[in-house]
C-alpha cells in the first residue's frame, strides 16, 4: 500500500479515516506507513491487585482478587471521566511497556501471592489495546488465569467475536439509554446495546454500570426503559448503578443518594440484581 493512503480503522464506531502520519479520535492508533499501528501495544499506565468486586463484578469469584491493568487513550470523551488522567493522554502518561510473557508472569506471582484470579483490562478502554489482548489472552487462559474486561462496550462486532472466546467475564457501561445522550459523550448507543448482547449471546459473564448523573440519564422513565431492555438479554444480569461526583470538566453536583434508591427500585421491576456504588 502507498504511504499516502488513508486507511479506515475498523476498531470502534468512529470508523477513522486515517491518512499518512495521522492518529484516530482515540489518540491510540497510526496510520504508519500505509499501515495501522497500535501505539498503545503493551504500554501500561497502572498495575494494581484489586478486589474483584471493584471492577465491578460481584457475581464471578466474590471475595477474590484480580490483578488490574490499565492503558492510555479513550474512543470516548465524557465530560466527567473518573480517569481522564489516562484516557484523555497519549503515551506520555505510560509508565513502561510489558509484553505478553512479563504480564503472563506477573499474574502468576499475583495468584501465589494475593489470590488472583487472572487480569482485568481495566481504567482506560480496554478495547483500544486490541492487539496486545489478542496475543496475551490466550497465554493466559491456557495458563489457567481469567481474562476479564472493564469497557465502555465501543468495539465493532467482527473484533469484538474474534476476541469474546478468551475473554471469562466482563462489566460493560451502558452510560445512558439514549443516542443524543451518547453522542454528547462521544459514542454511539446501538454499539453499546450490541456488545453487551453479544458478550451474554457468547456466554461470557456479564454485569453492567451506570453512572447516575443528574439530568442527563437520571429520568425514571428512561431508567425503566433501560431495565426492561436488559432484562429482555437476562433478568438475573447484575445492573450497578453508580453515584456520579463531579469530576474533570462537569461541575454538575453529585448525584443525591435518593434518587438512586428510586432507580434501583424501577430497575428491579425488571432485574434480580440491582446495586447501588459509590454511595
Ligand atoms: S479505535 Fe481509535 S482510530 Fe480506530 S476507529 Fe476507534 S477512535 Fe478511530
Not at 478486589?51 to 465524557?78: D, Q
Not at 509508565?95 to 494475593?114: C, F, M, N, W
Request: glycine fraction near 8%; aromatic fraction near 8%.
Amino acid at each position: 500500500m502507498s504511504e499516502n493512503s488513508s486507511l479506515i480503522c475498523g476498531l470502534c464506531p468512529h470508523k477513522c479515516v486515517l491518512s499518512s502520519g495521522k492518529t484516530g479520535f482515540c489518540g491510540t492508533r497510526k496510520n504508519v506507513d500505509g499501515a495501522i499501528v497500535s501505539l498503545s501495544y503493551g504500554q501500561v499506565t497502572a498495575l494494581a491487585v484489586d478486589p474483584i468486586e471493584k471492577k465491578p463484578l460481584y457475581h464471578f469469584y466474590a471475595g477474590s482478587t484480580i490483578l488490574s491493568l490499565g492503558g492510555f487513550g479513550c474512543n470516548m470523551k465524557c465530560p466527567f471521566c473518573q480517569n481522564h488522567d489516562i484516557s484523555q493522554h497519549g503515551i506520555e502518561v505510560s509508565q513502561g511497556y510489558v509484553s505478553p510473557e512479563k504480564l503472563v508472569d506477573i499474574a502468576h506471582k499475583a495468584t501465589r501471592e494475593a489470590r488472583s484470579i487472572g487480569v482485568a483490562f481495566t481504567y482506560n478502554e480496554p478495547f483500544l489495546s486490541y492487539e496486545y489482548i489478542m496475543d496475551v489472552a490466550p497465554l493466559l487462559k491456557s495458563a489457567g488465569q481469567k481474562v476479564v474486561l472493564v469497557t465502555n462496550g465501543q468495539v465493532l462486532q467482527e473484533p469484538l467475536e474474534s476476541l469474546l472466546p478468551y475473554v471469562d467475564a466482563m462489566n460493560i457501561d451502558l452510560k445512558v439509554f439514549s443516542e443524543d445522550g451518547y453522542k454528547w459523550m462521544g459514542g454511539d448507543f446501538a454499539t453499546a446495546k450490541a456488545t453487551i448482547r453479544s458478550a451474554v449471546d457468547a456466554g461470557v459473564h456479564v454485569e453492567v454500570t451506570t453512572l447516575v448523573i443528574p439530568e442527563i440519564n437520571d429520568d425514571p422513565s428512561m431508567m425503566r426503559e433501560e431495565a426492561q431492555w436488559l432484562s429482555e438479554l437476562g433478568k438475573d444480569i447484575p445492573l450497578h448503578l453508580s453515584r456520579y461526583f463531579p469530576r474533570y470538566k462537569l461541575k454538575t453536583g453529585a448525584t443525591p443518594v435518593e434518587t438512586l434508591h428510586l432507580l434501583q427500585d424501577i430497575c428491579r421491576e425488571y432485574l434480580d440484581y440491582v446495586y447501588l456504588g459509590n454511595v
